[in-house]
Nanobody, 114 residues
């Protein structure tokens, strides 16, 4: 059973930075892609960033230039570096991975105060 464990969320002022980590229970090479989604109160879950097994990345337009997704294959971990945070980045951030199935972490809260 695949397990994804997120960490690194918290409260930060606008303009600040946070780094989220997602540790997978197995080798991340077993996934075609991994990434981060977020869900703000009253809104649908949306893709923030994704990285494929080949290292290709994709970002939501609202975070391009501010967020960076990366992976450490040796640690089976995916990271999301978030800089220049804005109040609208507030939400629960979920780690996601996919092979023939989709897997989700439990979520970590990110709150950006103005």
């Amino acid at each position: 059973q695949v397990q994804l464990v997120e960490s690194g969320g918290g409260l930060v002022q606008a303009g600040g930075s946070l780094r989220l980590s997602c540790a997978a229970s197995g080798s991340i090479f077993s996934f075609n892609a991994m990434g981060w989604y977020r869900q703000a109160p009253g809104k649908q879950r949306e893709l923030v960033a994704a990285i494929t097994i080949g290292g290709n990345t994709n970002y939501a337009g609202s975070v391009k230039g501010r967020f960076t997704i990366s992976r450490d294959n040796a640690k089976n971990t995916v990271y999301l570096q978030m800089n220049s945070l804005k109040p609208e980045d507030t939400g629960v951030y979920y780690c996601w991975s996919s092979n023939s199935l989709n897997y989700w972490g439990q979520g970590t809260q990110v709150t950006v105060s103005s």
